[in-house]
């Protein structure tokens, strides 16, 4: 009987330890697959470098538009995982500066952006796709509203033109009417 009683302690010891040994490198391969560059990530790592900014703002729907000039350097970080974005220039007659990650999450198949800037002391959060076919993004989340003190929707298009020069249109939600706020043109500085 003691016989018995080891040998069927030693085989459910061995089923579960493969079964637990099987599910860690399971586990493992997850993360592997998760912190790994991809396509995408070597995608937005070509839209590294500096690049001038036409900007178009507008501060309320039919309001006329006001216009400055920036810069923006684009670079990857942390091994290729993200892209940092650094913007100087000048809006509405101020000194402006802002930053933007952008990053592509393996796991949720999606783009994620961040933006920080001078003109607020919020965050703004996107997720969104990437369509292939016309090279473009669609990102979508929430912003202060300075005026209410509350979360507003704000939609972003970005468009990859060609390879020197792309476009960002911004859209914002007040009182449940979306406006184009921005529309930024990068061309590709050398």
């Known amino acids: ?30 993360w592997t697959d998760y912190m790994t560059p991809g396509d995408v990530h070597k995608m937005i790592a070509k839209w590294d470098g500096k690049w001038k900014e036409d900007v178009t703002f507008w501060m309320q729907p039919g309001a006329p538009p006001t216009k400055s000039t920036s810069t923006c350097v684009n670079k990857m970080v942390m091994g290729g995982r993200y892209q940092q974005s650094t913007h100087t220039g000048n809006m509405m007659g101020q000194p402006f500066e802002g930053q933007g990650t952008l990053a592509w999450d393996n796991a949720k198949k999606m783009l994620i952006s961040t933006w920080i800037d001078n003109m607020g002391t919020g965050i703004m959060y996107m997720e969104g796709t990437w369509d292939n076919a016309t090279k473009s993004a669609t990102m979508k989340g929430k912003t202060t509203d300075p005026a209410t003190g509350k979360e507003m929707d704000v939609r972003q298009v970005f468009t990859a033109v060609n390879d ?5 249109e911004m859209y914002m939600n007040q009182g449940g009417e979306e406006f184009k706020t921005m529309e930024i043109t990068f061309t590709r500085m050398k």
């Open 164 to 168: 020197n020069t792309q476009k960002l």
């Open 1 to 30: 009987m003691k016989k018995l009683v080891i040998a069927v302690s030693a085989a459910l010891f061995f089923i579960y330890g493969f079964q637990a040994s099987a599910q860690t490198q399971d586990q493992m391969k997850a």
